[in-house]
Protein backbone atom coordinates (compact mmCIF):
# COMPACT_ATOMS: atom_id res chain seq x y z
CA UNK A 1 0.00 0.00 0.00
CA UNK A 2 1.56 3.60 -0.73
CA UNK A 3 -0.17 6.77 1.11
CA UNK A 4 0.61 10.46 0.04
CA UNK A 5 -0.69 12.27 3.32
CA UNK A 6 -1.24 15.74 2.42
CA UNK A 7 -1.42 18.40 5.63
CA UNK A 8 -4.54 20.23 4.67
CA UNK A 9 -6.65 23.59 6.16
CA UNK A 10 -9.74 22.05 4.49
CA UNK A 11 -11.09 20.05 1.70
CA UNK A 12 -13.88 19.24 0.02
CA UNK A 13 -14.56 16.35 -2.60
CA UNK A 14 -17.09 16.53 -5.36
CA UNK A 15 -17.90 13.48 -7.67
CA UNK A 16 -19.42 16.14 -11.15
CA UNK A 17 -21.09 18.64 -8.90
CA UNK A 18 -22.58 16.57 -5.97
CA UNK A 19 -20.42 17.37 -2.74
CA UNK A 20 -19.38 13.83 -1.54
CA UNK A 21 -17.85 14.86 1.66
CA UNK A 22 -15.69 17.35 3.33
CA UNK A 23 -13.47 17.87 6.63
CA UNK A 24 -11.31 20.91 8.56
CA UNK A 25 -7.86 20.76 9.29
CA UNK A 26 -6.12 17.56 8.79
CA UNK A 27 -4.96 14.70 6.78
CA UNK A 28 -5.61 13.93 3.39
CA UNK A 29 -4.88 10.49 2.71
CA UNK A 30 -4.25 9.31 -1.46
CA UNK A 31 -4.08 5.46 -1.12
CA UNK A 32 -3.23 3.51 -3.57
CA UNK A 33 -3.58 -0.42 -3.18
CA UNK A 34 -1.23 -2.92 -4.51
CA UNK A 35 -2.02 -6.34 -5.63
CA UNK A 36 0.07 -7.99 -2.40
CA UNK A 37 -1.69 -5.58 0.53
CA UNK A 38 -3.07 -7.35 3.28
CA UNK A 39 -5.07 -6.34 6.70
CA UNK A 40 -1.68 -6.18 8.12
CA UNK A 41 -0.79 -3.11 6.12
CA UNK A 42 -4.09 -1.72 6.68
CA UNK A 43 -3.45 -2.30 10.81
CA UNK A 44 0.66 -1.00 10.55
CA UNK A 45 -0.74 2.22 8.47
CA UNK A 46 -3.90 3.00 10.22
CA UNK A 47 -1.94 3.16 13.36
CA UNK A 48 1.19 4.90 11.78
CA UNK A 49 -0.78 7.94 10.44
CA UNK A 50 -3.09 8.35 13.12
CA UNK A 51 0.20 8.66 15.47
CA UNK A 52 3.07 10.20 13.23
CA UNK A 53 3.56 13.46 14.45
CA UNK A 54 3.09 16.29 11.48
CA UNK A 55 2.01 19.34 13.37
CA UNK A 56 3.10 22.06 15.08
CA UNK A 57 2.85 22.54 18.34
CA UNK A 58 2.31 25.62 21.04
CA UNK A 59 6.04 26.00 20.54
CA UNK A 60 6.11 25.33 16.40
CA UNK A 61 8.18 22.48 16.47
CA UNK A 62 6.23 19.53 14.43
CA UNK A 63 5.41 17.57 17.16
CA UNK A 64 1.64 16.98 17.41
CA UNK A 65 0.00 14.05 15.81
CA UNK A 66 -3.52 14.47 13.63
CA UNK A 67 -4.97 12.71 17.03
CA UNK A 68 -3.15 15.03 19.33
CA UNK A 69 -4.82 17.77 17.17
CA UNK A 70 -8.57 16.51 17.34
CA UNK A 71 -7.87 16.93 13.63
CA UNK A 72 -9.59 15.30 10.37
CA UNK A 73 -8.54 12.82 7.72
CA UNK A 74 -10.00 12.35 4.07
CA UNK A 75 -9.26 8.95 2.66
CA UNK A 76 -9.41 8.86 -1.39
CA UNK A 77 -8.56 5.88 -3.75
CA UNK A 78 -6.11 6.57 -5.64
CA UNK A 79 -5.16 3.43 -7.76
CA UNK A 80 -2.69 5.47 -9.90
CA UNK A 81 -0.27 5.69 -7.23
CA UNK A 82 0.59 2.05 -8.14
CA UNK A 83 1.64 3.10 -11.47
CA UNK A 84 4.99 1.29 -13.08
CA UNK A 85 6.92 3.40 -15.60
CA UNK A 86 10.27 2.11 -16.16
CA UNK A 87 9.65 1.17 -19.32
CA UNK A 88 7.81 2.86 -22.26
CA UNK A 89 5.92 6.04 -22.05
CA UNK A 90 2.45 4.25 -20.71
CA UNK A 91 1.95 3.60 -17.47
CA UNK A 92 1.03 -0.09 -16.34
CA UNK A 93 -1.96 -0.16 -13.64
CA UNK A 94 -0.96 -4.15 -13.15
CA UNK A 95 0.56 -3.84 -9.65
CA UNK A 96 -2.67 -2.56 -8.21
CA UNK A 97 -5.06 -4.80 -6.49
CA UNK A 98 -8.48 -6.22 -8.25
CA UNK A 99 -11.37 -3.36 -7.62
CA UNK A 100 -12.85 -5.45 -5.02
CA UNK A 101 -10.11 -5.85 -3.16
CA UNK A 102 -8.49 -2.46 -3.65
CA UNK A 103 -12.30 -0.96 -2.25
CA UNK A 104 -12.40 -3.61 0.59
CA UNK A 105 -8.96 -2.58 2.27
CA UNK A 106 -9.29 1.02 1.04
CA UNK A 107 -12.37 1.09 3.56
CA UNK A 108 -10.91 -0.80 6.22
CA UNK A 109 -8.04 1.72 6.12
CA UNK A 110 -10.86 4.43 6.77
CA UNK A 111 -12.27 2.20 9.63
CA UNK A 112 -8.92 1.78 11.73
CA UNK A 113 -8.38 5.08 11.15
CA UNK A 114 -11.35 5.72 13.41
CA UNK A 115 -11.01 3.05 15.70
CA UNK A 116 -7.42 4.27 16.41
CA UNK A 117 -9.35 7.48 17.49
CA UNK A 118 -9.96 10.02 14.61
CA UNK A 119 -13.43 11.08 14.93
CA UNK A 120 -14.33 12.57 11.90
CA UNK A 121 -12.92 10.37 9.30
CA UNK A 122 -14.56 11.11 5.31
CA UNK A 123 -13.93 8.77 2.35
CA UNK A 124 -13.85 9.45 -1.07
CA UNK A 125 -15.91 8.03 -3.90
CA UNK A 126 -13.80 4.47 -5.01
CA UNK A 127 -13.43 4.11 -9.03
CA UNK A 128 -14.64 7.54 -9.44
CA UNK A 129 -13.39 10.62 -11.22
CA UNK A 130 -12.87 13.17 -8.31
CA UNK A 131 -12.58 16.69 -7.61
CA UNK A 132 -11.07 18.02 -4.81
CA UNK A 133 -11.06 21.33 -3.21
CA UNK A 134 -8.19 22.25 -0.70
CA UNK A 135 -6.39 24.52 0.82
CA UNK A 136 -2.79 22.46 1.31
CA UNK A 137 -0.98 23.48 4.66
CA UNK A 138 2.87 23.73 3.79
CA UNK A 139 2.33 21.99 1.32
CA UNK A 140 3.94 19.39 3.48
CA UNK A 141 3.66 15.97 1.99
CA UNK A 142 4.59 12.54 2.92
CA UNK A 143 4.67 9.04 1.37
CA UNK A 144 4.64 6.21 3.02
CA UNK A 145 4.42 2.07 1.94
CA UNK A 146 4.39 -0.92 3.59
Known sequence: ???????????KLY?????????????ILFVGV???DTMEC?????RKLTHMRLFKDENGKINKSVLDM??????VSNFTL????????????SNSADPKTANALYLALADKIRENGINNVAIGAFGEHMHLDTTLDG???IVIER
Open 1 to 11: MKIVAQKTHGC
Open 15 to 27: VGEELISKIGSGL
Open 34 to 36: HKD
Open 42 to 46: VDYLA
Open 70 to 75: DGDVMV
Open 82 to 93: NAEISSGTRPSF
Open 139 to 141: PFN
